[in-house]
């Protein structure tokens, strides 16, 4: 054979070999992730597991019922700004909703309802002939029951049951489509709500209403209060001892409200200062395209990488039907 053959089937064999070395890597690495994906998923269902039997065995842990979200600011007016990225908890009956909102504010409890309710009819003498919202609340001393009757834009002091009652500070709004009542009061012992918005309408017959909310039986005239269940110190604690090193552990609704959650992954300042090289060009080299990648995330402030065992967000979840 020529030199010039021989140099070319050489030259030929030093390309074969990176590309062969390249599928070997890629084939370990293959097996490697599904290895890691499986250990997560084995992971997840014994945290699973683990919640389940807590809340069986205990009956004051709760895991169906309102979940608290957080707010950083608050100015009590009467409008949406600082809870747009809340979901709304929606009740509805024939043509009236309702919709509410619940957070933590510091150390109290804050509520946005809004109810589209637009026929404005103000009894300015005899207020009980006017639509109301009523409120009830479960704490260490017992439930207890507000009437917010619907007036003019403004601050608004409910009629309560109890001189034990916590204290609200509330506003009132009118709008287009109805009204929004917004209020605070002190949280730390509220274990349970109910909501309900009463529309007082007029016929031939006389006076009529509609409730709306969380009612308790089929005629929707009881009102049923609801457990809060993302402030249970027990929970929390339990959920901090079972989280695994170097994962997230999250239990949400259906709805990817989060009640009980713990971060225990890798802060940006533990993280290799080439990390943001490494991840990207691993990614190029073994990376995949197709729906695989769903089942892992990256992070951008350090581009640190990992697996997501899903039911349904990162890192860990169970779905649990509220």
Known sequence: MKLKYQLLLLGL????FPITGWYALKSVDKEFRQGLIQATTNNLSSLQASVAQIVT???TLNLSGLVLADLTELTLNGYESEWQDIKPY???????DLSLKIARYTDQLALLIKSNDDSIKINPTNYEKNDYVLLGIVDENGM????FYRQAEGTITPINNSIKSPTIHAIWHENANGYILELTLRHSNISHLGIAAVNIWSNADGSQ???TGSLEDENKTSLKLLPIVSHQNKMQLFIDSITPHNNHFIISDQNNRIIYQKNKLPDSSSASPR???ITPLYS???GRKDATNQ???YRESDGMAGVIATKKIMVYLINLKV
Do not use: G
């Open 209 to 211: 209403k509609t409730i």
């Open 57 to 59: 065995n205990d009956e």
């Open 144 to 147: 207890h029951q507000y009437k």
């Open 284 to 286: 190029w080299l073994f």
């Open 295 to 297: 089942q892992w995330f």
């Open 13 to 16: 064999l030093s390309l074969i």
């Open 275 to 277: 990390q943001w090289l």
């Open 90 to 96: 929606v009740f509805s009956n024939n043509s009236d």
